[in-house]
């Protein structure tokens, strides 16, 4: 299991001597008249795929994922893309309700050294101010391609803010929020909606995405 980390650290300069096209190769590097959001991050599913303007999570944008209740899918949606990004980069988990389960994870395919885990002090635990921070921070990190919060409450302004944050950070955030916040503005470019469907599925609502959307829902098995 990694270890869990409170300030994360960027990683070091690379050698000169690995050149340009090592730095080329950096996710996070980006060059004139290439333009990085014209196809989207594939989530793993198909059918979410086919129905997302960018046929996939919009990259360097916030995204917001509401559930009625614990244990509808909502990390389950996650992993394939948790998976890819720890291949390359870091993946940050900012303050999760419960310990994530490494041998499950591994089988998947994610790569655990490449998992940095913020969890704060019992005093911080249920903090909303600070969970809010600390996510606005591993979204600006230089080596992190997807951050994750789970995070009830929030004002439009700070949800602003860690729009501005993905942007600047070039990251993918993706925020878990109970379904009852979905009625609220947010200026998050995806936000959808998770609810049990029929016959063991899950049925994913899109509620927003900029660009707009070939259809409204899909059923998967999660």
């Given amino acids: 299991m990694p270890q869990d980390v409170s300030n994360p650290q960027l990683p070091p300069k690379p050698d000169e001597s690995c050149g340009l096209e090592h730095l080329l190769r950096h996710g996070k590097i980006w060059r004139a008249g290439v333009n990085s959001s014209s196809k989207g991050i594939p989530t793993g599913f198909p059918a979410l795929d086919s129905l997302l303007p960018k046929n996939g999570w919009q990259r360097n944008s916030l995204t917001e ?11 389950r949606l996650m992993l394939p893309t948790i998976a890819w990004f720890t291949q390359m980069q ?15 994870l591994q089988a998947a395919g994610v790569v655990l050294e490449r998992m940095l885990i913020i969890e704060p002090h019992d005093d911080h635990r249920t903090d909303s101010e600070y969970i809010l921070w600390a996510f606005e921070q591993a979204l600006r990190l230089m080596d992190c391609g997807v951050a994750m919060a789970w995070i009830d409450t929030a004002q439009h302004v700070r949800l602003r803010r860690l ?60």
């Fill in 90 to 104: 870091q993946v940050v988990w900012v303050c999760p309700p419960y310990v994530p389960y490494a041998p499950a």
């Fill in 163 to 222: 729009q501005l944050a993905c942007e600047q950070g070039q990251t993918l955030g993706v925020m878990f929020r109970p379904e009852v916040y979905a009625v609220q503005a947010s200026p998050a470019a995806l936000r959808l909606s998770l609810v049990n469907g029929v016959d063991a599925t899950v049925e994913v609502r899109i509620l927003k995405a900029q660009g707009g959307v070939n259809a409204r829902s899909c059923q998967l098995q999660l």
């Fill in 65 to 75: 994922i509401f559930t009625q209740q614990e244990g509808v899918g909502a990390l």
